[in-house]
């Protein structure tokens, strides 16, 4: 594990920079794309620690996927997967975990799904037990409610299930992303009936605007999702949006620093939820700009930000982005209503609050959120927790301070491998 120490900025950054594409459309088109019937061609694709797992999931199904620069042709089988026994293996990929169970229950065969110790200590539960309402066979090989588990389809599927969704939407996007396999294999309509309170969520919206790319609708009701029988996937050429997720450190950083950021080719009309972010920017004093490039953000003079209460259930993964700048605002910043992210890669709330106490800022932990007061940021290690975004986002903290030095930098090839390549040509 190695260390990076951040270099303090002496002006104002005047950048702009390229990410690559989203995690979380990768690994929904990858999904989609081994149940269309042919040759999906999936532009931008984002090559990381958790699409990578993906990649080789869908190869270890008999689907053929090539590389070819930054795409990815996937040569889908329709809805009926070549092996019907396989070993997958996940790594601490969310999305590849929840979407592939769901897919391999709803699947004839016996597929065992393997993931990372950090995986494996993440809820799986929920989901499992919506799938074996419906028929599916599943068996918890360590721990009920955790991976690894050996998952296959039963006697019979049930197109009707409930499944929670405030633990994660993941679940859900799930179910909806299987759902042609639902109803080719019962000639019926696919209803899932939402409980919690995130049916409506970003990343669910997300899920169902790839789905409908791809030529699948999924109908919102009153009580959660309706799909119709009679759809399926169709193959095509894809481009994957540029990630916001990654996009807004740079942001954060034009904004810590009174300096301007231009992402190309991320726009104010993108699918993903971490848009919202900008929003929270502007709140705080930048000036925000859709340009023909990109969006270009603008902080204010001397990176003088104002404090902001702020519900990030629906960006969450922001919230970590937020904290790290929040010490050079000039009121206080609260965060609340994220509760979730407590059963993420790390409990992302302890260790945002742990970290910037331990750089000496004044911070009040609550269940659901935080309040973190202005201070001097101290010299010091920020422990990461073997979390991509705690990697990142405290990167900007030490942009504008100075001092501060991150430990198992490398943890942010999860999602973004050239992070800190990249952070080195804004200087």
Sequence with gaps: MGRYEVRQLNKPIDAVVRVPGSKSITNRALLISAFCDGKSHLENVLFSDDTEVFIDSVRNLGIKADIE?????VSGQGMSLPKREADIYTGSAGTASRFLSAALALSEGDFLIDASEQMKKRPMKPLFDALNSMGSRITCMEQEGFLPARVGLGEEVIPEVSVDSDISTQFLSALLLSAP???????KDFVIRVEGTRADGAYVKMTCDVM????VLAERTPEGFRVAAGQSYKAKTYRIEPDVSAACYFYGAAAVSGGKVIVEDVHLNSIQGDIKFLNVLEQMGCRIKDTDRGVEVTGPADGKLSGVDIDMRDFSDQTMTLAAIAPFCETPVTVRNVAHI???ESDRISAI??????LGIKVEENEDGFKIYPGNVNP???????????AMAFSLTGLRSGG????DYECCSKTFKEYFEVLEKIY
């Design 69 to 73: 620069g930054q795409d990815v042709i």
């Design 181 to 187: 396999l639902v109803t080719k294999k019962t000639g």
């Design 212 to 215: 409908k790319d791809f030529g």
């Design 342 to 344: 407590r059963k993420q």
């Design 353 to 358: 609050c742990t970290e910037l106490t331990r």
């Design 380 to 390: 010091g290690v920020v422990q990461t927790y073997n979390d991509h975004r705690i």
């Design 404 to 407: 501060v030095v991150i430990d």
